[in-house]
């Protein structure tokens, strides 16, 4: 059971970090167990189903007209170039080995490239997450700085949800003492290790703070240019809003949420407590 379940009464603040007097009671899903191993596997099959299918040219190292010189030659087997007069004919051609021949096992577009996830996995998965994201001490092993952080989980009114500016965004996370976990996202912008650095993926940066609104007055433009900040809907229509893939990025459980009061609210009835069952 999450350590937040010893606090159930959350504070609500305003967006200049000052109590505004109003309590909510902490949904029942914090008290789900914390299962990482669930929550790292389900990620794992999850994340897949977003891959587009890639393969090499079928005929690619195979444009060439070769053969095998066959035996009593003292040299290796492997299919040649034909003809003369240029030092290509006689070149080793098709296998993996050779120059300007095919890859071993070429890729084909008809790998098995999604995978079929148990709904009932997913949503033990989802409620994990969301009970990780209430315990200070998994969010700080995450490595979010939250040391300033009046409570975890923190909620807030729901005027944030009617933000247009970034300016304002940015103002809201200053004083609500977050803006230090965005800045560790500015820190670590690095330059990708490996090739993915010339496919249009070069940078790669840590994450900051997830935003879970109910209604969205113009939240998400306010907060999408902020490096490292994600926004998520919770609604009872569409339950896979709560996407696993924010909530726990990489598979690991911690993430540093930001709620505001009317989704905070939203989640007895998402998820049922120990009285009622969901309504969605």
């Known amino acids: 059971m999450s350590l937040a379940a010893a606090r159930p009464l959350i504070s609500v603040y305003s967006d200049k970090n000052v109590s505004s007097g109003t309590t909510v009671c902490l949904p029942a899903v914090f008290k789900a167990p914390v299962r990482p191993d669930i929550v790292a596997l389900i990620h794992n099959q999850v994340a897949k189903n977003r891959r587009q299918p890639y393969a090499v040219k079928v005929t690619a190292g195979h444009d060439t007209s070769a053969a095998s010189w066959g035996t009593g030659r003292a040299m290796a087997r492997i299919p040649r170039v034909k003809g003369g007069g240029t030092s290509r004919s006689g070149q080793g051609a098709f296998g993996n080995m050779c120059r300007g021949g095919r890859m071993f096992a070429p890729t084909k577009t008809w790998r098995r490239w999604h995978r079929k996830v148990s709904t009932a996995q997913k949503r033990y998965a989802v409620c994990s997450a969301i009970a990780a994201t209430g315990v200070p001490s998994l969010v700080m092993a995450k ?42 996202v500015y820190q670590t912008r690095r330059i990708r290790a490996g090739k993915g650095k010339l496919r249009n993926r070069r940078h790669v940066q840590k994450l900051g703070p997830l935003v879970v609104y109910d209604q969205d007055a113009g939240i998400t433009k306010a907060f999408r240019n902020i490096p490292g900040v994600d926004t998520i809907q919770v609604d009872t229509i569409q339950v896979d809003k709560l996407n696993l893939l924010k909530l726990a990025p990489g598979g690991h459980v911690g993430r540093f949420c930001i709620w505001t009061e009317a989704a905070f609210k939203k989640l007895d009835g998402l998820y049922g407590s120990g009285k009622k069952p969901s309504t969605a």
């Open 143 to 184: 490595g979010h700085v939250i040391n300033g952080i009046a409570e975890v989980p923190l909620v807030v009114e729901d005027n944030v949800q009617s933000f247009t500016k970034t300016k304002e965004a940015v103002v809201f996370l200053r004083r609500n003492k977050a803006w230090a976990d965005v800045a560790k």
